[in-house]
């Protein structure tokens, strides 16, 4: 189940939406589904159908968008808040005029470096060190690098290979050693090679 922390956001409550209907006898997942073939949750279902109710509740001049005419995706995240309350966020695609009034959902990421100055900020300091990462792959010191890695785990497979094949051969010279030391020694000799051979 996944616990959500909203202190991020600018107002929490605006975000979270608490199921209509009970739902204590529906147990809460244990790990997320996989995204492109699953039976959903039994409480991901509830909270899509009282998310397509409230939709069905929106004024007349939203619902009657070139948007929403064109087909939009909505989403449900099934969530506990702080206070461990079970409850839901909902999101959709793109923009819809005027539907951020009327229902709870998540914020529009499309818009948030305009309205929140700390993903402005947070947005830039991921900006730098990715620009860093690109001009530190692409010095001259790096590739140099890059060079004495791939030279040296050739020379390493090569030693590798070299060392498998020669113990491979001692191995041979051993055993062919037992074979003949069995038919031409006598007991306490040819224990003794093995003893040297072992």
Known sequence: MLTANFTAMSNPASCFTVFDENVDSLALPEQFTFPFYYKPHPLAVVAAQQLQQQLKKLDKAILDTDDIDAGKMFGVLVVQNQAQ???FISAYSGQIAGIDEQLNFAPNVALKHIDDAVFSQQSQIINAINAQITALENSEDY???EQQLATARK?????????QQAMQVTRKQRKEQRQTGQE???ADDFEQLNLRSA
């Open 85 to 87: 309350q079970l409850g």
């Open 143 to 145: 590739q140099a690098i």
């Open 155 to 163: 020379n390493y497979e090569q030693q590798l290979v070299a060392k």
């Open 184 to 186: 031409q020694l006598n």
